[in-house]
């Protein structure tokens, strides 16, 4: 796994939307594996300036989201379509058709999850999935538990994450209790995976996942099965100031 410490947030986010460029102008055609949350905002910010600069074209690229609440209408400004759409689609190229996201509004979740899997599968797969984590080591709504979903999946949301998510909404009670969301194999079968995280609050995570034990109880760690991981974390999440 390869770690890369930055001074700040900036710089991890510049970093971040540096590696990103670099794959799509390697190859025009990149599978993007998207995650959602307050990490990955200074990211998307950096390659809308990119693309506004005209360092990137996105015309070629196809695109799957992590994950999505349920149920959650994509109108509601905490869905992560809107997110999306906010941060990053409604500023750039990518062909409407293109797009990804789980449906938070499938009638039949089940058959919308299989779906969302056959059509990572006809894409060719993700090259470049990018990750956030939450405080409990989650990876998209991969909750630590006894044992992990392979699979897309709807899935329960836990108390602290149904509590850390709460900033987002008015109140605790208007988090949706359930998600949908990329298994732990869709997520190791990327091609790359590039996890950020940043904040004092995410230490504790991203040094379960630097341990190099593996637990259902930090999903996160199940990383350190794949072959090509790059984290990119600000000093406080890394600890460099411990003592
Ligand atoms: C959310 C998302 C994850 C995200 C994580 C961290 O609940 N489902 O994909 O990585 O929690 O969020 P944040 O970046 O806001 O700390």
Not at 28 to 38: D, E, F, H, M, N
Not at 58 to 64: L, Q
Not at 154 to 169: G, H, Q
Not at 228 to 236: A, F, L, M, N, S
Request: proline share 5%.
């Amino acid at each position: 796994m390869r770690v890369i410490v930055c001074d700040h947030y900036d710089e991890m986010s510049k970093e971040a939307a540096r590696i990103m460029a670099h794959e799509i102008t390697l190859c025009p055609k990149r599978v993007l594996g998207l995650a959602t949350g307050s990490t990955p905002v200074g990211m998307y910010r950096e390659m809308c300036a990119m693309y506004k600069r005209g360092e990137i074209d996105f015309s070629g690229v196809t695109t799957f989201n992590l994950d999505e609440y349920y149920p959650i209408r994509r109108s509601n400004p905490q869905s992560y379509h809107y997110f999306m759409q906010e941060q990053l689609f409604r500023h750039v190229n990518i062909p409407e058709k293109n797009i990804h996201i789980p449906d938070g509004e499938a009638a039949d979740p089940e058959k919308a999850c299989k779906e969302y899997e056959a059509e990572i599968a006809e894409s060719g797969g993700i090259d470049l999935q990018v990750l956030g984590i939450g405080v409990n080591g989650h990876i998209g709504f991969n909750e630590p538990a006894g044992s992990l979903v392979a699979r897309t999946h709807l899935t329960d949301l836990t108390e602290s994450t149904i509590k850390a998510n709460a900033r987002f909404f008015k109140s605790e009670d208007e988090v949706p209790k359930h998600a949908v969301t990329m298994g732990v194999a869709t997520i190791l079968q990327a091609k790359k995976i590039l996890l950020l995280a940043n904040g004092k609050n995410k230490h504790d995570a991203i040094r379960a996942l630097l341990s190099e034990r593996i637990s259902t109880s930090n999903p996160a760690t199940f990383l350190n099965l794949h072959p090509d991981v790059t984290v990119i974390c600000d000093k406080e999440a890394y600890g460099e100031n411990d003592s």
